[in-house]
């Protein structure tokens, strides 16, 4: 029997090496009271117990991790701590080596954060070398917002001032609450479907932290990193940052903001275009008038008194020339800037906005725009857009 005999420092280690070889217990999260709390000075490392009303377990955060945790732990406070399992061979001892460490409640969500956003940072998720740049002449823009938010009508009135023609698709989605996240992946599925869609707009107005949870969403936020076009994140004000932010292409401060990141201002286009044309006119004078000059220069020599008669007529024919060239082109840049005028209207026509103006209407539902009479069912509540507003129905007959 001695022959098969192991040291005890053997069976440590071999029973250290079941539990790190866990995958389950590399990465846990363990809710429970602070007890015994020790912050060992000369080295800066933190022993504790972490312990309920059935069981208790030791644990030990090392000052690299303590120095990461944003308040000051003492006995009896309930935290959350995330970490993993092993063995301290010295002593046959299991326990917790904490990694990270939250007070429970508030404290819960802000770690839930750190988590995903760690994880999705190791996968590539936040990488700057991924993000796409935003097309700055877009012809169709996806909106996913709240169809009743201010949101929306900041990102509209802010795209239909700086480029009327591009097309704005409204998909309206649950932007808070325990149904918002799905209501956004499903409606993304439905984006990347769709042709001709050169930027992505998804976020909504202020809120608690709370309201903006959703947005933290593991499962979203992998949704928007999958997008085939560029995305701009415009979730709350400034100051708010989620998950989405990270894996969107480009963060906008505010919905406008994002409205303004999407699109160039056509009016500094026009502008500059009539600027062209003045310094083309005043190009053309200066071509005159040197050749005037030079004329009344040779015109005052002895030698050429005699060619006076035949310069004078020649002068007029170059008068004529002149006032004929600036006329044409006069009229050219007139009739191209009426044309880009007529085009710049044509393509305001095609707004949605416009289209509800001229008596249409958008019905929404639980599931979003509601395209066909087989997504609705008697009794079901839908919301009807107009021009001037929204009405609240229910589907009586169908």
Request: with cysteine.
């Amino acid at each position: 029997m001695i022959d098969n005999a192991i040291s005890v420092k053997q069976l440590n280690l071999y029973v250290k090496s079941l539990l790190e070889g866990d995958k389950r217990l590399n990465r846990v999260t363990v809710v429970g009271e602070l007890s015994n709390f020790k912050n060992q000075y000369s080295s800066g490392h933190w022993y504790f117990t972490l312990k309920d009303s059935d069981a208790a377990i030791r644990c030990v955060m090392f000052k690299s991790s303590a120095n990461r945790v944003a308040f000051v732990p003492k006995d009896g406070d309930k935290v959350i701590v995330n970490g993993n399992i092993s063995l301290y061979e010295k002593d046959g001892t299991y326990q917790l080596y904490a990694s990270d460490m939250a007070q429970f409640g508030e404290g819960e969500s802000a770690l839930q954060f750190k988590l995903i956003a760690e994880k999705l940072k190791n996968e590539g998720l936040f990488d700057e070398s991924t993000k796409r740049p935003i097309c700055k002449f877009p012809k169709r823009i996806a909106v996913v917002t709240s169809a009743t938010g201010a949101a929306v009508h900041d990102i509209c009135t802010t795209l239909e001032k700086r480029m009327p023609s591009c097309e704005v698709v409204l998909c309206p989605v649950t932007v808070q609450g325990d149904t918002a996240a799905q209501s956004m992946i499903k409606t993304l599925d439905r984006i990347y479907d769709l042709n001709g869609i050169d930027t992505i707009i998804i976020g909504r107005g202020g809120g608690s932290s709370e309201d903006l949870s959703c947005f933290n969403d593991e499962m979203l936020a992998r949704k928007v990193y999958e997008s085939p076009v560029p995305v701009i994140s415009a979730v709350g004000h400034e100051v708010d940052t989620t998950i989405c932010d990270y894996v969107a292409d480009a963060r906008a401060a505010t919905p406008t903001g994002a409205a303004v990141i999407a699109t160039e201002d056509m009016s500094d286009y026009i502008d500059g275009i009539k600027q062209l044309r003045l310094r083309l006119l005043r190009q053309i004078n200066a071509i005159i008038g040197n050749y005037e000059l030079r004329y009344k220069a040779a015109a005052e020599r002895g030698v050429l008194v005699n060619a006076s008669e035949y310069i004078d007529r020649k002068m007029q024919t170059l008068d004529y020339l002149s006032k004929d060239l600036e006329g044409y082109m006069t009229a050219v840049l007139q009739d191209k800037e009426k044309n880009f005028c007529m085009l710049v209207s044509k393509l305001e026509a095609l707004s949605p906005l416009k289209v509800l103006k001229r008596g249409f209407s958008v019905a929404t539902g639980k599931n979003g725009a509601v395209l066909s009479v087989n997504e609705v069912d008697v009794g079901d509540k839908l919301s009807i857009r107009f021009s001037d507003g929204t009405v609240k129905c229910e589907v009586i007959e169908k």
